[in-house]
């Protein structure tokens, strides 16, 4: 089985939202040392990634119909994770 990975550009145009999804994917096999390295640091950044519960104005956590914490996605620059070495 072949694992496929996400490749980001660093700009977007109005013609990167009429590529299909596959487009930005290439197997694992195919990345470079470093990029292979690159991805394996990226995967364990974001298993480190905690869930950001979502509040009401009040400051108390909002929960979901079932009673358990709303969770909010979070803003992650990849421009500057990119950047890091």
């Known amino acids: 089985m072949t694992e496929r ?8 145009s109005s013609e990167h939202f009429e590529m299909r999804t596959e ?6 096999v195919d990345l470079s040392p470093e990029e292979q390295e690159g ?8 298993k480190g990634f905690k869930p ?6 009040s400051g108390a956590v909002a929960l979901d119909r079932r009673g358990k914490p709303r969770v909010e996605p ?12």
């Open 5 to 12: 990975v996400p490749r980001f550009p660093l700009a977007w």
């Open 23 to 28: 487009e930005y994917l290439t197997a694992a």
């Open 39 to 46: 991805f394996l640091k990226l995967k364990t950044y974001v």
């Open 52 to 57: 950001c519960t979502f509040t009401v104005a």
């Open 74 to 85: 979070r803003f992650v620059n990849t421009k500057a994770l990119l950047a890091c070495k």
